[in-house]
Nanobody, 114 residues
Framework: QVQLVESGGGLVQPGGSLRLSCATS????????MGWYRQAPGKQRELVAT???????NYADSVKGRFTISRDNAKNTVYLQMNSLKPEDTAVYYC????????WGQGTQVTVSS
C-alpha cells in the first residue's frame, strides 16, 4: 500500500508564494506519474499539474507561468512551487501517484486571502 503525505499548505496573502510537498512511501517512486489536484468548496476536483516518470510536465491553463511541479526521486517527493497566488487558488490540494493504480494523499489546505 502506497501512502502519500502532503505538507506546506497554509494562509498566504495574494501575490505570495507557497511550496507544497508530497512524500511517498515505498521504493518505486521513480515509476509513478505524479500529479497535483485541487478542490475548492462547491467545485469538482481539478488537475493543477502533472509530471511523468520521465520528467515531462503539464499544467492547467489557470496556473501556467505561476506554478512549477518538480520531483526528487532520491527523496520520493514531488513538489509544487506556487507563486503569484490569487484568491481563486484557494482550495484543498491533493497529491496523486499513478502506476498500476491511483493513490491519493489526504490533502492540504491552501488559503489565499488578505
Amino acid at each position: 500500500q502506497v501512502q502519500l503525505v502532503e505538507s506546506g499548505g497554509g494562509l498566504v496573502q495574494p501575490g505570495g508564494s507557497l511550496r507544497l510537498s508530497c512524500a511517498t512511501s515505498g521504493n518505486v517512486f521513480s515509476l509513478y506519474a505524479m500529479g497535483w489536484y485541487r478542490q475548492a468548496p462547491g467545485k469538482q476536483r481539478e488537475l493543477v499539474a502533472t509530471v511523468t516518470k520521465g520528467g515531462n510536465t503539464n499544467y492547467a491553463d489557470s496556473v501556467k507561468g505561476r506554478f512549477t511541479i518538480s520531483r526528487d526521486n532520491a527523496k520520493n517527493t514531488v513538489y509544487l512551487q506556487m507563486n503569484s497566488l490569487k484568491p481563486e487558488d484557494t482550495a484543498v490540494y491533493y497529491c496523486k501517484a499513478s502506476w498500476t493504480r491511483d493513490y491519493w494523499g489526504q490533502g492540504t489546505q491552501v488559503t489565499v486571502s488578505s
